[in-house]
């Protein structure tokens, strides 16, 4: 294409002159001689007669599109740019002698004969430079002026921007036609040159150097020299709007002498110009910092963008498989595979695991004992209604064992119960560990909870540095509702994994299939909800949660079940359900009977478990039958009660040797040393909402009576100064337990039956309750001096 253009032919070929009518400028083509790029001769320059003349065009080819020019000058060999031919193919915006010798045949200016002697295409530069001749009654400005009035009448925009014209002006100066690789930019150089060797050059101002180069164009900054610059020559930047403007700047006032009358000096300055590339390394660097206000909340804002496009399906898809255990080995197609395959060696392991593991001894008994109260947790599952589920017992009382082992025990074959233990969450310290530990109950994956630390002292820089919050760091109950929110979305879409385009029910929407299908949802364990619900800032962690659950019934995307030793849930619970009945089930401790049955049980669990394996020893005697003291467990049991945990220690002493009364009797001495360690025997240095002179008065009282009413010991003087704070701590710490009916407290039983006994051995301590006797004493004797 380049050899078409009429730029990169030969010289013109000579055209017979035009005779122009009476009193009209005539145009006439003489012959062009053959030049390139790097002017006349390969000089680089432009010899210009008196009586001559040269015009720049620019925006005859495009100027944006430098990289495919650069590869075009690198690669195609240098050969001339013009041949002999009678018309020229029209291949670029316009052909720079027809604009002459069109505006020469239109002016009224009065123009004599103007001769084109060639044209100098300016690849790089997009334009090109165009030589004519004239005589004495015509000026070069005259013929300049001609063809801008023709250019501006006759528009010719280019087809690759047709928001730009061709435009043309009169070279006023030397210019420098050069063939380097260098590309135009909106940045010239202007330096100032003596026109003398030796002598000195004006240095010229910033309103003389805006009335030299404003007619080319606008500006957009003009930036001198600094004074104490040693930089020779001195120079000066102009900053133009444009390329294109900057390239007729160039081509025009390269080499232009500005006279002493204009500022140039006695002698005159000189101008050379050249194309500078302005320095742009840290300039968005330089942005930033210097719009704290746009950047810092665009940033907190992309950031966010970010974690909810990129994170949040990861997340949701991590929580889901957590609870559907996709990648646990267990449940591994390869692994079932392997554990069918080697039934025997799994067989033993599984006996020898039965053999150390005796801990599941005797459980059946306990489970049977409460199987109408799993059948009714079951029951529930199937219904519709949209409350909670909560299972209350003291602990120790198997809540979980309950719950998870059996009465969900097809939702966990189903893959569909999620746990969240509530203990993890409210010990851990910090925002950063609580959210961790949120986070791994249901599976939230990748959590980054070390962020929100950097984040809030992001936050503080930004708040110095622009007076205001970014909003890059998150508060604990944002950050945690973030994590119940994923977790709605996996439950969500695991309780629809059931849903068949083909059932007679496939019209419903997704909310009213699961209302319509309550045996479908998955089910929401939160295990030792208000563990520690004293404690200050735990109110927030288990409202919040008691809000997600609240949103999980209500929009018939799971079932939720909490596990509480704490008697008083129904006041957190109902903030989040102020509407809804719970339907409840008190765990108690186990009856006498099943006490009784649990113990012998679990000796002779593992007998069970050998015989099973050698069949010889099935008709010997079982452990508990050879052994003729366990004719003492109708007298101890009633001492020890039916908590599991006791009865399971109970069962282990007896089978390491010990007598069922003197395993009893140390228990009740252990449970004796830990009340006198834990509550009686305060250091100096604890702080405890409660005082030794309180903890012994109930001691003393529970000792005499199985139970207290509550009012009255609020009327003890022990209790006189902040006595329900005191009671609820005990409480807390499971030295007591506090009954209620109809949500208000109406009585205080021990917290373990075990404690019933030790309480009396306490008292029965002469020594130690004449001490603590004394100590109440003085402790009223304060009191009644203060009243």
Known sequence: MLRRHPLLRAKLSSIPRYSPPAQQASCAWQ??????????????????????????????????????????????????????????????????????????????????????????????????????????????????????????????????????????MLVLGKPWIEDLYRLPSRRLRVEFFPTQPGKEAAELTQEQLYSFFRPYGKLSDIVTQPSDSKVVPRYAYLDFTRIGKAVMAKNCLHGYTVTEAQGGGQLGTMFRLTYEKKQRTGWIWDWLLNHPRVVIPALAALVAGLSVTVFDPIRTLSIRAHITRAFHIEDNVVFRWFKTQSDDLISKVQQFRNASESDEGGMQVVWDDRKPDIEQIQSWLMETADTFIIVQGPRGSGKRELVIDHALEHKRAAHKVLVIDCKPIQEARGDAATIAAAAGEVGYRPVFSWVNNISGLMDLAAQGMTGMKAGFSETLENQLLKIWNNTTVALKSIALESRNKKDTDANLSDDEWLEAHPECRPVVVIDNFLHKSTESGSSMVYDKLAEYAARLTTSNI??????????????????????????????????????????????????????????????????????????????????????????????????????????????????????????????????????????????????????????????????????????????????????????????????????????????????????????????????????
Request: aromatic fraction near 6%.
């Open 31 to 168: 012959r062009r001689h053959a030049s390139g790029e790097a002017g006349e001769g390969n000089t680089g320059h432009i010899n210009v007669a008196p009586s001559e003349g040269v015009l720049f065009f620019n925006n005859l080819l495009p100027l944006t599109v430098q990289w495919p020019q650069r590869m075009l000058i690198m690669f195609t060999p240098r050969t001339p740019v013009l041949t002999r031919e009678q018309r020229f193919e029209r291949s670029g915006a316009a052909s720079p002698s027809e604009v002459v010798q069109n505006a020469i045949k239109a002016s009224n200016l009065g123009l004599g004969p103007v001769t084109i002697v060639e044209v100098l295409p300016r690849i790089n530069e997009a334009g090109a430079f165009l030589k004519f001749s004239h005589d004495e009654s015509t000026d070069p400005a005259t013929v300049a002026e001609a063809v801008r009035q023709h250019l501006k009448k006759n528009k010719i925009r280019p087809w690759w921007n047709p928001f730009t014209s061709v435009k043309a």
């Open 558 to 787: 799971a079932h939720v079940i909490f596990l509480t030793n704490d008697v008083s849930f129904s006041k957190s619970l109902s903030k989040a359900l102020p509407d809804r009945v719970f339907r409840q089930i008190a765990l108690q401790d186990c009856s006498l009977e099943t006490a009784k049955r649990y113990v012998i049980q679990h000796l002779d669990f593992d007998a069970a478990t050998s015989s099973t394996a050698d069949p010889e020893q099935t008709h010997r005697l079982t452990p508990s039958q050879q052994r003729a003291d366990l004719r003492e467990l109708d007298h101890i049991i009633p001492l020890l009660g039916g908590r599991l945990t006791d009865l399971e220690f109970l069962a282990r002493r007896i089978k390491t040797g010990e007598t069922p009364t003197k395993a009893v009797n140390e228990i009740i001495d252990q449970s004796s040393s830990e009340i006198l360690k834990m509550f009686l025997l305060l250091g100096g240095g604890e702080n405890r909402e409660w005082t030794a002179q309180q903890a012994w008065t109930l001691v003393r009282s529970l000792a005499a009576a199985d139970t207290l009413r509550f009012n009255e010991v609020l009327l003890l003087d022990a209790y006189k100064k902040e006595g329900e704070k005191a009671l609820a701590a005990l409480e807390q710490a499971e030295l007591i337990a506090v009954q209620s009916s109809n949500g208000r407290p109406y009585s205080i039983k021990p917290g373990k039956p075990v404690y019933q006994p030790a309480f009396q051995r306490l008292v029965a301590d002469k020594v130690l309750a004449a001490k603590m006797d004394l100590a109440v004493l003085a402790e009223g004797i304060g009191i009644e001096r203060a009243d």
